[in-house]
Each structure stands twice: as C-alpha cells, then as structure tokens.
C-alpha cells in the first residue's frame, strides 16, 4: 500500500476515547482534481480512493478496556449471575422452559436428557453441549439442590464427586416443585424476548411461585464478582414471605430479629451442623458473611474396649471420596496418628464414614483433630449477589423477600390482566349471542336473505349494531344452542363471566388483594412440599442467644449401665403402674450390660460426673445423648474427654451451684468428705481432682447440702446409721476424708446415701424387687462410725436379696425402678407399704426369673412440678398416667375411667398386705 497513506496522531492520549470519536481521518484522494491516489501520482482512481469507510484512531488500552467490560457485562448479566425474581441463571431458565415447552410434565414419562440438551441447543442456549448437561443434571442432584427441580432417571452424579453418566443414558422430567416455577407462564406473566436467531421467543424470567434464589441458593463466578448463595427451608422461607405481607406497611422498617424468628439460617440439602448465629445474622443483615458448617459425627465403641468415629452428615459441597482420601493422606503424615482405619460404610440408606481410632485414644480429642485439619469442618462463605433491574446488587434477607413479593406481585397483576381481558372478549361475544337469541327469527330471516357468509356479517352488523367479532360468533352458532336448555346456558355463562369481570377489576383495584393472593400461594407450597430442617444450628456462648433460650426446660430420665452407656429419656416415657407391676421396656443392653444409675433432672441443669479415679467432670443435661425409652444410649466418650481406663461411678444433678453451701461425697468402702460446692461450679474440660480414693475403693455418692443436716448411710447386709453434718469437717479437693460406717465384714459395702429430712421416709428396696418405706424419725441419730440401725428383716436376706438401693422420699414423690435386664417400672411412693424398720416390706417389682433390681431413681413432687405454674395442669399430673385432664385433680387411666390424682383407686396404687397376690401391669 502506498507509504503516502495518512492517518490522524493522537498527540494527547490522555483524552478519552470517546471524545476521538468525531474525528474522521482525512479521506483518501477521491476527487477528480487529483490527490494521493492509489498509485501515489495523485491521479484519481474512479473519484473514489480507498473505500475503508470512517477510521478512527484508538489507543489500544482503551480499546481493550471497553471490549473487555462488554464481555464482562455479557458473562454478568447473560451467564454467571441469578435473576434475583426466579433464582435462574439463563441456561437454568431455558432447560425448564424447553423442557416445559417439550411437555415434560411430572406425570409425562422420561425423556432422554441428549434430547433435552439438543432442544435446548438448537432453540435457546448457543454454547457446548456439557455446558447445558451439567447444568440439567445440577438441578436433578438431591446433594446439590434442597428442592430438586430436575427428576432425573439414571446416574446423574453421587456426593463423591462422580460425573453424571453420558446423556445419551440419562432420563429427565420436570419435578413437581418446577411446575410451581412456570405456572401461568402462558397468561402474559413475563417478558419474553427474541432467541439467539430471532427465530424464537424465550422468557426472560419465570412466574416463579417458588421462592427459588432463597430455597435452592446458587453459586457462580463472573468477572470481577462472585456469588453464593446458601439453599434454606421452603417452610421457613413460606412463613417470612407471609410475615414480611401481614406486615406491608412497615415493610422496610422491619428488623432481622423479626425474619429470624421465621427463617433460622441456612439449610443444606446434605445437613450437618452451623455453629454459631453470629455469621448467619451478617450474611442476612448486609448479603455478606461466613458460616461454620461441621459434620453430624458420633462416637460408638466396638471390639476391644476401642472407640470409632461414624460420619453420617459432612458439610455441603464437600466431596466425601476427597474427604477420605485427606484422612488417609494426614494419617500417613502422621498428623492424625489416633486412627487405625478408615471405611467408607455408605449405601442406599445413607452416608456412614467409619474412623476406627486406636486402643487408648482419646474419642473426643480426635474427632476434634479430624475437624481442625480436614473439611468435616468448613466455612460456607454467603454472598447474596444477584440481578435486579439488570444490575448486580447484593441483597440482604429482607431485600430478597422483598424482591421476590414485588416479582409475583408483578406476575399476578399482569395474570389477572390477562384474565380480564379474555373475559371481556368472551362477554363480548356473549353479548352479542343474547342479542341474536333475543331476535331469533329475525336473525335467521337475515341469514336467509343474504347472497354469502360475509352479506350475512355486513347485514347483521348494521342491523343489530354487532362488531364484527360478535356478527362472526353468530355466524358460526350451531342449530343445537338454539334449544331452550342451551340457550339458557349461555345466559348462565354470561352472568358468570360478569361476576370474574367483577373480580378481575376488584384485584386490580386493591393491591392489598394480590398481596394475599400471593401469600396463600406461599402457604400452600408450605404444605404441599415444606418438610423439617436438615441442618441443625448450634448458637455459641458470644451469639446474643444463649444456649438455655434454645433448649426447653423438660423433665427427664438420665440412664448409665455398666458398659459406660448413657442416655436421657423424656421422664413419661414410662407410664407409673401399680406397685408390683411387671414393667415395661427400658434399654437393650448388651450381654452383662446392666443399668447401674439412674436419675432424674431437667434439661438445663448440670450434671456433675465423679470417676473411679477421683475425678470430676461436668456437663448439662441437654449435650447428653437423647434416646428413646428402649434405645441402648450413647458412650459417655460421647460427653466426657475421660482418660484411658477412667470410668464414671455416680453423678450428680446440680440445677443451681447458689442452691447449696456444700457437696458430701461417700465411697463404696465407707469413707465420707464434705467440700465447698462453689469449687466445682467451673470445671474444665480435662477434669479436676475430687477427691483421693483407697485402692479398690469407689466413689458413688454425692449429695448436696446446706451445713447442719442429717445423713443417713444405709449398707448392703441391712445396716443404717443416721449421723450429723458437722461431724464431717469442710476438706479440699485433694483430700481423702474419713470413714461413715463401720462395715460388716468384706463382703457388706455402702447402697445408700441422703440427706435425712424432717417428716421423711427411708425407701429401701432389695435386688429380689422387695421394697418399704419407714419414717426417718425411726431411725435414731448416732455418732459417725459406728453401725447404727438394723433397716431390713436381717433374718430373710436370702429370700429379699441384699438392699440394692436406699433413698429419702417423701409421699407424694414418684420412684423409677430398672432392673438388670432393662426392664423399667414407675409408681407412687405412697403406692409401697409403709412398715417399721425391720420388716421385708412389699413387692415393689415382679421380676422374670434371673432378673434382679439395678437401679432406683427418685422424682421428687417438687422435682416435678419445679418450673411449672401452680394455676394449670402440672407435669406431674400428665406424667402420672400419660392421660388427659377431665377436670380438677382427675386424671384418666387406662381403662378410661377417672381417678383423684394422689388418691386411691380400685385398680391403680392400692396399698397391699404383705401377704396379697401382686397385681401384673401390663408391659
């Protein structure tokens, strides 16, 4: 080309492009008068020159940095980031409609998804094929999504991170909740506009009824931007979009503690556990923050006294095969040298990861360890980001709600716009069919006399002043309307269609109105498809709710058997029986598992655990494991970091360390030390020294009191000494103490310990199920270490047994009694004779043969009733007999029949002779 070809310099690059844009570079010689020509001789060539059309002279920087924005709006706006009214991304949004345009229906058979993926493709989506497939088979993974909106047929992927099968294998249908997104999508509902080759139209978004960006969250990565939204519980979602409308008027006054009341946080379609509400209140406050996600984890004891981890949660978007395989790999760096093995336990009825840990190891530490170092625990960074208006913004939890009530608000105008108007059209042609119905013969003589259909229109027209729509609709009215019935079904039709048009123009005129439209829509998705919370929130001691808000003030029953099992049970879950009765159910144990202690306390107290070696642990009552009336519990390896070969001996409820001044603890072997109470109100995790133990001696008592009672050692051959308080100095935490009772012979030991009330009885019951209550005042106070009182028929030990148990109760108290094989029974104290101290007593419990009592636990009335208002129905009396209140102090026993609450019946706690027959209730 030639060398004289000129362009306009730029000599101030720091102007903008922009303002370059109307200089047009100098046209090449093109006139007849000559000029730089092609050939450079300044002759013409044709009058025209180089025809290159306007040349602008651009830096390059800003050349690149206006393609660039244009292809980062592209990927912003037309592929990475969510529509904030349906939740889609725009491939999302085409497989569903292809899919729904291809008739896709839940109740439709499958299609293959290469069909699906080539509808898309050639209609809608001009980008690969995995692109569209990936994207389809997202949306049908129960891993992925919290509402499937895909019902995928095949393999389409697992949580270990394997690929969906080819297409060409795979089947899909839309799933019953994505019918919610596209319904009334026919009705004028949403824009639409033209496909990549304008030869087809599309929806730029869906009516969608369902709450998708908040229910099933979405992830994407644009330029320059990000998003990640968390799935969360339609149900919850249902009740703040519900909120949020009763609410209208103060809508962007209302605060997060109010939306929080309905939606709690997060949920994840793989569940697991969010620690703390510090993150999910500033992801809902600002659309910004991080939430701790940990693994549902347990720990369970097998073979050989060792201890394994099972895994059946792990947080979202963790792959579980890549999860393992960093197990494998830190064991091998020796960095988690606490396991022996690994397995992958996983089948059809869910995940189960097994981590065997090694003999000695410490449960709780490694499991710790196992959350330090892999992903068990993660962080779910939230960035609410999303399209509105075409422009990303980041939303709050009351901005999305808000967003999402003002697009169904939109959808529902324009569907009831819609609706008035094909019913205005058809009152229009009935309008026009009355007229004819009216003037039938003249009509018909009309018809008749014209030359052709449209003579017939024209002449109906000017003679009955119809429209054109109307004269066509007479036209094409066939002969059998024109019967009575018929025609008074036309009649009926057109009042109908009036009263619509009432209501149509009703809702249009009252927002209020659609307002409510939209929230019994939100409610019936609520009960059609809502369903519990899979992901469980924990709140921490720094959130501004504290655990105790979290956790209900019930009554329960706290069980520990000899193999180191503990579980807390609702306290009605065994209904009380009669004196005697049989029992029913309460643990599966394993063989020479038996049930040593069982308590009774309420879900916020605490619980303090004293161990064989003189240790003290402590725990409330709602972190232990919470099982059913049968189940076989949990290891206190669970609950407690005990060390190796440490086992627990007694424990103590405390609801309240101000309640007493002092804790007295007693061994086995007789020896008794009083402390302060205050020094175990802040035990740390590891345990604190309580006291020192004698070789082969065990501490299985403690007991709270206030300076200046009463207490009463009871021994396994029948003995009971009553001595004083003060004759049992205030000692640390190191020392040993000194001895209660004096013993009988190696084989007698210490059953029983209490505090001796005023007006009190002493229940004493015996390994064969025989029992009594006699009056403390029977039992006369004599100084520490000595024998004191026979409490029992010392003659017929062989036939009672030895005493297994002995408590302080007062009438109205309630007593649980476990036997060796699991069985439980609940009666009245009042319900056991009361005798004098050395009588056998009565059958407390009819034993099986082999059975013996193993453990005794006492509910005392004010135990009970404690944190119950005195103006209704008590715990106690539900828990009496699991009835219903008739009126006053009835209650309903089984029979149906009503009975006075503390009273005597005919068939429910008589008291019997020693002698009578015992009474079977049934198990």
Same mark, same amino acid.
């Given at each position: 080309?030639?060398?004289?070809?000129?362009?306009?310099?730029?000599?101030?690059?720091?102007?903008?492009?922009?303002?370059?844009?109307?200089?047009?570079?100098?046209?090449?010689?093109?006139?007849?008068?000559?000029?730089?020509?092609?050939?450079?001789?300044?002759?013409?060539?044709?009058?025209?020159?180089?025809?290159?059309?306007?040349?602008?002279?651009?830096?390059?920087?800003?050349?690149?940095?206006?393609?660039?924005?244009?292809?980062?709006?592209?990927?912003?706006?037309?592929?990475?980031?969510?529509?904030?009214?349906?939740?889609?991304?725009?491939?999302?949004?085409?497989?569903?409609?292809?899919?729904?345009?291809?008739?896709?229906?839940?109740?439709?058979?499958?299609?293959?998804?290469?069909?699906?993926?080539?509808?898309?493709?050639?209609?809608?989506?001009?980008?690969?094929?995995?692109?569209?497939?990936?994207?389809?088979?997202?949306?049908?993974?129960?891993?992925?999504?919290?509402?499937?909106?895909?019902?995928?047929?095949?393999?389409?992927?697992?949580?270990?991170?394997?690929?969906?099968?080819?297409?060409?294998?795979?089947?899909?249908?839309?799933?019953?909740?994505?019918?919610?997104?596209?319904?009334?999508?026919?009705?004028?509902?949403?824009?639409?506009?033209?496909?990549?080759?304008?030869?087809?139209?599309?929806?730029?978004?869906?009516?969608?009824?369902?709450?998708?960006?908040?229910?099933?969250?979405?992830?994407?990565?644009?330029?320059?931007?990000?998003?990640?939204?968390?799935?969360?519980?339609?149900?919850?979602?249902?009740?703040?979009?519900?909120?949020?409308?009763?609410?209208?008027?103060?809508?962007?006054?209302?605060?997060?503690?109010?939306?929080?009341?309905?939606?709690?946080?997060?949920?994840?379609?793989?569940?697991?556990?969010?620690?703390?509400?510090?993150?999910?209140?500033?992801?809902?406050?600002?659309?910004?923050?991080?939430?701790?996600?940990?693994?549902?984890?347990?720990?369970?004891?097998?073979?050989?006294?060792?201890?394994?981890?099972?895994?059946?949660?792990?947080?979202?978007?963790?792959?579980?095969?890549?999860?393992?395989?960093?197990?494998?790999?830190?064991?091998?760096?020796?960095?988690?040298?606490?396991?022996?093995? %690994?397995? $992958? &336990?996983?089948?059809?009825?869910?995940? =189960? /990861?097994?981590?065997?840990?090694?003999?000695? +190891?410490? *449960?709780? #530490?490694?499991?710790?360890?196992?959350?330090?170092?892999?992903?068990?625990?993660?962080?779910?960074?939230?960035?609410?980001?999303?399209?509105?208006?075409?422009?990303?913004?980041?939303?709050?939890?009351?901005?999305?709600?808000?967003?999402?009530?003002?697009?169904?608000?939109?959808?529902?105008?324009?569907?009831?716009?819609?609706?008035?108007?094909?019913?205005?059209?058809?009152?229009?042609?009935?309008?026009?069919?009355?007229?004819?119905?009216?003037?039938?013969?003249?009509?018909?003589?009309?018809?008749?006399?014209?030359?052709?259909?449209?003579?017939?229109?024209?002449?109906?027209?000017?003679?009955?002043?119809?429209?054109?729509?109307?004269?066509?609709?007479?036209?094409?009215?066939?002969?059998?309307?024109?019967?009575?019935?018929?025609?008074?079904? %036309?009649? $009926? &039709?057109?009042?109908?269609?009036?009263? =619509? /048009?009432?209501?149509?123009?009703?809702?249009? +005129?009252? *927002?209020? #109105?659609?307002?409510?439209?939209?929230?019994?829509?939100?409610?019936?998705?609520?009960?059609?498809?809502?369903?519990?919370?899979?992901?469980?929130?924990?709140?921490?001691?720094?959130?501004?709710?504290?655990?105790?808000?979290?956790?209900?003030?019930?009554?329960?029953?706290?069980?520990?058997?000899?193999?180191?099992?503990?579980?807390?049970?609702?306290?009605?879950?065994?209904?009380?029986?009669?004196?005697?009765?049989?029992?029913?159910?309460?643990?599966?144990?394993?063989?020479?598992?038996?049930?040593?202690?069982?308590?009774?306390?309420?879900?916020?107290?605490?619980?303090?655990?004293?161990?064989?070696?003189?240790?003290?642990?402590?725990?409330?009552?709602?972190?232990?494991?919470?099982?059913?009336?049968?189940?076989?519990?949990?290891?206190?390896?669970?609950?407690?970091?005990?060390?190796?070969?440490?086992?627990?001996?007694?424990?103590?409820?405390?609801?309240?360390?101000?309640?007493?001044?002092?804790?007295?603890?007693?061994?086995?072997?007789?020896?008794?030390?009083?402390?302060?109470?205050?020094?175990?109100?802040?035990?740390?995790?590891?345990?604190?020294?309580?006291?020192?133990?004698?070789?082969?001696?065990?501490?299985?008592?403690?007991?709270?009191?206030?300076?200046?009672?009463?207490?009463?050692?009871?021994?396994?051959?029948?003995?009971?000494?009553?001595?004083?308080?003060?004759?049992?100095?205030?000692?640390?935490?190191?020392?040993?103490?000194?001895?209660?009772?004096?013993?009988?012979?190696?084989?007698?030991?210490?059953?029983?310990?209490?505090?001796?009330?005023?007006?009190?009885?002493?229940?004493?019951?015996?390994?064969?199920?025989?029992?009594?209550?006699?009056?403390?005042?029977?039992?006369?106070?004599?100084?520490?270490?000595?024998?004191?009182?026979?409490?029992?028929?010392?003659?017929?030990?062989?036939?009672?047994?030895?005493?297994?148990?002995?408590?302080?109760?007062?009438?109205?108290?309630?007593?649980?009694?476990?036997?060796?094989?699991?069985?439980?029974?609940?009666?009245?104290?009042?319900?056991?004779?009361?005798?004098?101290?050395?009588?056998?007593?009565?059958?407390?419990?009819?034993?099986?043969?082999?059975?013996?009592?193993?453990?005794?636990?006492?509910?005392?009335?004010?135990?009970?009733?404690?944190?119950?208002?005195?103006?209704?129905?008590?715990?106690?009396?539900?828990?009496?007999?699991?009835?219903?209140?008739?009126?006053?102090?009835?209650?309903?026993?089984?029979?149906?029949?009503?009975?006075?609450?503390?009273?005597?019946?005919?068939?429910?706690?008589?008291?019997?002779?020693?002698?009578?027959?015992?009474?079977?209730?049934?198990?």
């Amino acid at each position: 080309m030639d060398d004289n070809l000129d362009f306009p310099r730029d000599d101030d690059p720091g102007n903008d492009a922009d303002s370059q844009s109307n200089e047009i570079a100098a046209p090449i010689a093109a006139s007849t008068d000559g000029g730089a020509g092609m050939n450079g001789d300044g002759a013409a060539t044709n009058g025209a020159g180089l025809n290159a059309g306007n040349v602008r002279n651009v830096l390059i920087e800003q050349e690149m940095r206006t393609a660039y924005l244009d292809y980062a709006m592209s990927v912003i706006v037309a592929r990475a980031l969510p529509d904030a009214r349906d939740g889609l991304k725009p491939v999302h949004r085409r497989i569903l409609y292809a899919m729904h345009d291809m008739g896709l229906s839940p109740s439709s058979p499958y299609k293959k998804s290469a069909r699906i993926v080539g509808e898309v493709l050639g209609k809608y989506h001009p980008h690969g094929d995995s692109a569209v497939y990936d994207a389809m088979a997202r949306m049908a993974q129960d891993f992925s999504l919290r509402y499937c909106l895909v019902d995928g047929q095949g393999n389409f992927g697992s949580v270990d991170g394997d690929s969906p099968a080819a297409m060409r294998y795979t089947e899909a249908r839309l799933s019953r909740i994505a019918e919610t997104m596209l319904q009334d999508i026919e009705m004028d509902t949403v824009d639409w506009t033209t496909n990549f080759d304008d030869s087809l139209e599309e929806p730029t978004v869906l009516p969608a009824m369902l709450p998708n960006m908040l229910v099933n969250g979405t992830s994407g990565i644009a330029v320059g931007m990000a998003t990640n939204i968390p799935p969360h519980n339609l149900s919850e979602v249902a009740d703040a979009v519900a909120f949020v409308i009763d609410n209208w008027e103060r809508r962007n006054e209302i605060g997060l503690e109010e939306l929080m009341e309905f939606v709690k946080g997060p949920d994840f379609p793989t569940g697991g556990i969010i620690l703390g509400n510090e993150g999910i209140k500033q992801a809902f406050a600002t659309g910004r923050g991080k939430v701790l996600v940990r693994a549902q984890t347990s720990i369970e004891e097998i073979r050989g006294g060792r201890f394994a981890i099972i895994v059946t949660e792990i947080p979202y978007q963790v792959n579980k095969s890549t999860l393992i395989e960093r197990m494998a790999e830190l064991v091998r760096e020796d960095k988690l040298d606490m396991i022996s093995d %690994i397995r $992958d &336990e996983s089948d059809r009825t869910g995940m =189960r /990861i097994v981590i065997e840990l090694k003999r000695n +190891a410490a *449960p709780k #530490k490694a499991r710790n360890r196992l959350f330090k170092h892999t992903q068990l625990q993660t962080s779910f960074g939230v960035n609410m980001l999303a399209l509105v208006n075409g422009e990303p913004v980041t939303m709050s939890l009351r901005r999305a709600l808000l967003v999402y009530i003002e697009h169904r608000f939109d959808v529902l105008t324009r569907r009831t716009q819609f609706q008035l108007a094909k019913a205005r059209e058809r009152a229009h042609i009935l309008e026009g069919l009355r007229i004819a119905l009216e003037f039938l013969d003249e009509v018909i003589a009309v018809i008749r006399q014209s030359e052709s259909a449209d003579a017939a229109r024209t002449a109906l027209m000017e003679r009955f002043g119809l429209t054109q729509v109307q004269a066509q609709a007479i036209l094409d009215l066939q002969l059998r309307r024109l019967a009575a019935l018929e025609r008074q079904k %036309i009649e $009926d &039709e057109y009042q109908e269609i009036l009263a =619509r /048009i009432a209501y149509y123009e009703d809702l249009l +005129a009252n *927002p209020d #109105k659609i307002r409510a439209l939209i929230r019994a829509d939100i409610l019936t998705l609520k009960e059609k498809f809502g369903d519990p919370r899979r992901t469980a929130i924990v709140g921490d001691a720094s959130g501004d709710f504290s655990e105790e808000d979290l956790i209900a003030q019930n009554n329960v029953l706290i069980s520990y058997s000899a193999g180191a099992y503990i579980k807390r049970m609702s306290s009605d879950a065994f209904r009380a029986q009669n004196r005697g009765g049989r029992g029913i159910k309460g643990m599966t144990t394993r063989s020479e598992d038996e049930v040593v202690d069982l308590l009774f306390a309420r879900t916020l107290d605490h619980i303090l655990f004293f161990t064989n070696k003189g240790r003290v642990y402590s725990s409330r009552v709602y972190e232990l494991p919470e099982g059913s009336r049968t189940a076989r519990g949990m290891h206190i390896a669970n609950v407690l970091n005990l060390q190796p070969d440490e086992t627990v001996t007694t424990m103590l409820v405390v609801p309240d360390f101000e309640m007493a001044d002092y804790i007295t603890l007693l061994t086995r072997q007789g020896r008794i030390k009083r402390m302060e109470l205050n020094v175990f109100a802040n035990i740390r995790s590891v345990g604190l020294i309580a006291m020192t133990l004698d070789e082969g001696d065990s501490l299985d008592w403690a007991r709270l009191t206030k300076g200046g009672e009463d207490f009463i050692v009871v021994t396994r051959r029948g003995r009971a000494l009553r001595f004083s308080e003060e004759d049992v100095r205030p000692m640390g935490r190191a020392a040993a103490g000194v001895m209660a009772i004096r013993l009988q012979g190696a084989d007698d030991e210490v059953v029983g310990f209490d505090v001796a009330r005023p007006d009190a009885e002493l229940l004493v019951v015996h390994t064969h199920g025989y029992g009594k209550r006699t009056p403390i005042s029977e039992y006369t106070a004599h100084s520490r270490y000595t024998q004191g009182n026979w409490a029992t028929d010392h003659t017929r030990l062989e036939e009672v047994g030895p005493i297994v148990a002995a408590r302080v109760v007062d009438p109205q108290d309630q007593i649980t009694v476990m036997t060796a094989n699991g069985i439980v029974l609940r009666t009245r104290v009042d319900g056991i004779r009361a005798a004098g101290r050395i009588t056998r007593g009565v059958r407390v419990v009819n034993l099986a043969e082999g059975d013996a009592v193993a453990a005794v636990a006492v509910m005392t009335y004010a135990d009970l009733n404690r944190g119950v208002d005195d103006g209704g129905e008590t715990h106690a009396d539900l828990a009496l007999n699991g009835g219903e209140t008739v009126n006053g102090n009835d209650i309903v026993n089984d029979n149906g029949s009503a009975m006075d609450s503390y009273g005597d019946s005919n068939s429910d706690f008589a008291v019997e002779d020693e002698e009578a027959p015992v009474t079977k209730a049934e198990s």
